[in-house]
């Protein structure tokens, strides 16, 4: 079965300081890795995904296949990126598998 | 255009009651989910639909929760005798294949409250 684990809850940072929200993933074949953003009274979206190895707003995420790892950075952090970010993960078919969440705080 | 609308927004009900929760996916998106989302978890799977069918149920918890989408576009998501642990946001989501290549959109969700 799969898991995806973010460890972190809640993390705060200051505006302009660097980012990075942790995911971990468990599942024996090969995964496709999602983060999604959630921003305060919006609606659930994707941000961006392993295969693309695309930058959106800034944010980077590499698939670390042997730390089983899908963290998401940010160089320099600002106030828009406030919100709630999952990490997600597709096995075998269609569902997506997603982790806990972590709250994104930067303040000024 | 319109994203993926679900009605109603809120809904609270009553121990033992049956519910409804409606699931309008993007024109031409013949893949549909539904996810709950409890407080302080992410999204957990529910059901898939391709077409009118469901092609993956089997992350409903139990048999009190039906869905259907009998022409391949609106789905309709059914709770029998609700209980007060049914409560929760329900996530509708379509994309436009169900393939990797097609990413989830989401809807606003319904939060249901069981009293």
């Known amino acids: 079965a799969q898991r995806v684990t973010q460890p972190e809850k809640l993390l705060s940072v200051f505006k302009g300081a660097p980012v990075e929200l942790k995911c971990n993933y468990s599942?024996?074949?090969?995964?496709?890795l999602f983060w999604y953003v959630q921003y305060s009274r919006q609606r659930l979206q994707l941000l961006l995904r392993?295969?693309s190895r695309e930058s959106i707003k800034g944010f980077t995420a590499d698939l670390n296949k042997g730390e089983t790892s899908f963290h998401l950075k940010k160089p320099f952090a600002q106030e828009e990126d406030s919100a709630m970010y999952y990490c997600a993960l597709k096995a075998s078919g269609s569902r997506l598998t997603f982790g806990e969440g972590t709250q994104l705080t930067v303040n000024p | 255009g319109a994203g993926v609308s679900q009605t109603p927004s809120n809904k609270v009900t009553e121990k033992g009651k049956y519910v409804e929760l409606r699931c309008d996916p993007i024109s031409g998106h013949t893949a549909l989910y539904w996810y709950r989302q409890s407080l302080g978890q992410g999204p957990e799977f529910l059901i898939y639909f391709q077409g009118t069918g469901a092609a993956d149920d089997s992350g409903l918890p139990n048999d009190r929760f039906f869905a259907v989408r009998p022409e391949g576009s609106v789905s309709t998501l059914k709770i029998q005798r609700t209980e007060r642990g049914d409560s929760a946001v329900y996530l509708c989501?379509?994309?436009?294949?169900?393939?990797?290549?097609?990413?989830?959109?989401f809807g606003n969700g319904t939060r249901l409250t069981v009293t």
């Open positions: 599942y024996s074949g090969s995964p496709e």
């Open positions: 392993h295969i």
């Open positions: 989501a379509s994309s436009l294949s169900g393939s990797y290549n097609s990413p989830l959109h």
